[in-house]
């Protein structure tokens, strides 16, 4: 594939836990500079589901996060790291409509448990990290071709 990719891109977006307003913001930013550099649709829609589940977690369930991505001409690195309660039990989190998320969440459309098994499914290198009491850190790479 020939991207047009003559600069370094990234981005570095600020979360606030609870601020669903702004649910979106990293994932759309990042999906129309994939889209402007001539990345594959599809591949622009794994990127896109991924990093957006990865943004919902943190508005959902931290205090606060930062996701941070960098394009590079053969693929995407995302980065999100969380100040929030972490996850005890990865493993189980990790399974399908595994979901902690409390009834006022699944009134808003949220918490099917479906987000981290959709950016592992969608990513080709996920990492997850996470510390009880202080926080959750997600990496995902998604590759170009
Ligand atoms: N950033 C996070 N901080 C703390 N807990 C999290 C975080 N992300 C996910 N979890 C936990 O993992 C569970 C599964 O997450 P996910 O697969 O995205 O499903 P859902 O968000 O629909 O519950 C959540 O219900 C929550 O208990
Ligand atoms: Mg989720």
Redesign the pocket.
């Known amino acids: 594939m020939d991207l047009n990719i003559n600069e370094i891109i990234e981005g570095s977006f600020q979360i606030i836990g609870g601020n669903f307003a702004n649910a979106g913001e990293a994932s759309m930013q990042m999906k129309s500079k994939l889209m402007e550099i001539g990345v594959h649709e599809a591949i622009v829609r794994r990127a896109a589901i991924a990093t957006f ?1 990865a943004e ?3 508005i ?3 205090a606060a ?1 930062r996701l941070h991505y960098y394009i590079s001409p053969d693929k995407i690195t995302i980065k999100i790291d ?1 100040m ?4 005890e039990n990865i493993e189980l ?2 399974q399908e409509g ?4 409390p009834d006022w969440v699944r009134e808003m459309g ?8 959709n950016m592992k499914k969608n990513s080709d290198e996920f990492k997850i990290d ?1 510390v009880v009491g202080e ?2 850190t997600i990496q995902m790479i998604i590759n170009f071709s």
Request: proline letters at 7%; a negative charge; zero cysteines.
């Open positions: 589940e919902m977690n943190v959902i369930y931290a996060g969380d929030g309660p972490g996850i989190a990790m595994y979901s902690t998320a949220w918490g099917a448990g479906m987000g981290l098994p996470s926080g959750t």
